[in-house]
C-alpha cells in the first residue's frame, strides 16, 4: 500500500503526517530545529492523530527544548582542532595566523583557515559562513542545469541563505529557490535531493500524494537523503 502525507499544526507547532501500512503510531523529533514527524497507520485519520500528538505534546516540547538547549552550546570558537564537515568529510581546522587576505583552504584532511593575528571569533565564523556560501555557488548551478530538462521546469532565480528549520524553500509565484547554507557541510546527494525537492514543488505546491509520486519518479532515492538530513546526530559538524 503506497504512503501518503499531510501536515498539521497543533498547539503552534507544525506536524509532518505520513501514512502507512504499519500497525502502531510514531512520532519523531528530528533535530537540527526540532522537527516533528508523526507515521501513523492507514487506518487512523487526521483526527485521531491529532488526539494522539496532543496526548504526547509534553514530551514533544520537552525533547524540542533539548534540541535548541543543544544548539546554543555548540557555537564555534573557530581555533585549530575542531572538527568541521565540508560535503559530508570531517575534517580538522588549523588555524595560521599571518598578514595578508583572510581566507580558507582544504589540505587533504583538514581545513585551513588564514587569518591575521588578533581576528575574532565572531569573524572568523564570518568568513567560514562566507566560504561555504561560496561551495554552494559552484555547485548548484549544475545541478540546476542537470534537472531542468529532466522536470521540464525552469528556475529563474535561486539564493542561499541560513535558515532555523527549513533545507530549503520554493516560492512559486515568484520562482524563487532557497538553499539553506548548511548544505554545504552534508553529503552532496543531499544537496541534489533538497534542489529537486524544491524544483518538484514547481509541479505540486503541497507535500501529498502527487508529490511524493514525482519524487518516486525523479528520484528514487529520495528518501535515503532526507532521512540522511534530518535525523543525523544534531549538529555533528559542530563537535571537536
Given at each position: 500500500?503506497?504512503?501518503?502525507?499531510?501536515?498539521l499544526?497543533?498547539?503552534?507547532?507544525?506536524?509532518?503526517?505520513?501514512?502507512?501500512?504499519?500497525?502502531?503510531?510514531?512520532?519523531?523529533?528530528?533535530?537540527?530545529?526540532?522537527?516533528?514527524?508523526?507515521?501513523?497507520?492507514?487506518?487512523?485519520?487526521d483526527?485521531?492523530?491529532?488526539?494522539?500528538?496532543?496526548?504526547?505534546?509534553?514530551?514533544?516540547?520537552?525533547?524540542?527544548?533539548?534540541?535548541?538547549?543543544?544548539?546554543r552550546?555548540?557555537?564555534?570558537?573557530?581555533?585549530?582542532?575542531?572538527?568541521?564537515?565540508?560535503?559530508?568529510?570531517?575534517?580538522?581546522?588549523?588555524?595560521?595566523?599571518?598578514?595578508?587576505?583572510?581566507?580558507?583552504?582544504?589540505?587533504?584532511?583538514?581545513?585551513?583557515l588564514?587569518?591575521?593575528?588578533?581576528?575574532?571569533?565572531e569573524?572568523?565564523?564570518?568568513?567560514?559562513d562566507?566560504w561555504?556560501?561560496?561551495?554552494?555557488?559552484?555547485?548548484?548551478?549544475?545541478?540546476?542545469?542537470?534537472?531542468?530538462?529532466?522536470?521540464?521546469?525552469?528556475?529563474p532565480?535561486?539564493?542561499?541563505?541560513?535558515?532555523?528549520?527549513?533545507?530549503?524553500?520554493?516560492?512559486?509565484?515568484?520562482?524563487?529557490?532557497?538553499?539553506?547554507?548548511?548544505?554545504?557541510?552534508?553529503?552532496?546527494?543531499?544537496?541534489?535531493?533538497?534542489?529537486?525537492?524544491?524544483?518538484?514543488?514547481?509541479l505540486?505546491?503541497n507535500?501529498?500524494?502527487?508529490?511524493?509520486?514525482?519524487?518516486?519518479?525523479?528520484?528514487?532515492?529520495?528518501?535515503?537523503?532526507?532521512d540522511?538530513?534530518?535525523?543525523?546526530?544534531l549538529?555533528?559538524?559542530e563537535?571537536a
Open positions: 500500500m503506497s504512503t501518503a502525507s499531510t501536515s499544526t497543533i498547539r503552534g507547532i507544525d506536524i509532518d503526517v505520513v501514512y502507512k501500512n504499519i500497525k502502531n503510531l510514531h512520532i519523531g523529533v528530528y533535530p537540527p530545529s526540532g522537527r516533528v514527524r508523526v507515521a501513523a497507520p492507514h487506518q487512523l485519520d483526527e485521531q492523530v491529532r488526539l494522539a500528538v496532543i496526548q504526547r505534546l509534553p514530551w514533544i516540547r520537552e525533547k524540542r527544548e533539548q534540541l535548541r538547549s543543544a544548539a552550546q555548540s557555537v564555534r570558537e573557530m581555533v585549530t582542532g575542531e572538527s568541521h564537515y565540508v560535503w559530508g568529510v570531517r575534517r580538522r581546522m588549523k588555524v595560521v595566523e599571518r598578514p595578508g587576505r583572510a581566507h580558507f583552504e582544504l589540505d587533504g584532511e583538514r581545513l585551513l588564514y587569518v591575521q593575528a588578533g581576528t575574532t571569533a569573524r572568523r565564523r564570518e568568513l567560514l562566507r561555504c556560501r561560496e561551495q554552494l555557488r559552484h555547485v548548484i548551478p549544475d545541478l540546476i542545469a542537470k534537472w531542468e530538462p529532466v522536470l521540464e521546469v525552469s528556475v532565480r535561486w539564493n542561499i541563505k541560513r535558515m532555523k528549520t527549513k533545507w530549503g524553500s520554493c516560492n512559486r509565484e515568484t520562482g524563487q529557490i532557497w538553499f539553506n547554507v548548511e548544505l554545504s557541510k552534508k553529503h552532496p546527494g543531499c544537496l541534489e535531493y533538497v534542489v529537486v525537492h524544491e524544483m518538484v514543488h514547481y505540486e505546491r507535500h501529498g500524494e502527487r508529490f511524493i509520486e514525482l519524487m518516486e519518479r525523479f528520484m528514487p532515492n529520495w528518501r535515503i537523503f532526507r540522511r538530513l534530518n535525523e543525523a546526530p549538529a555533528e559538524e563537535w
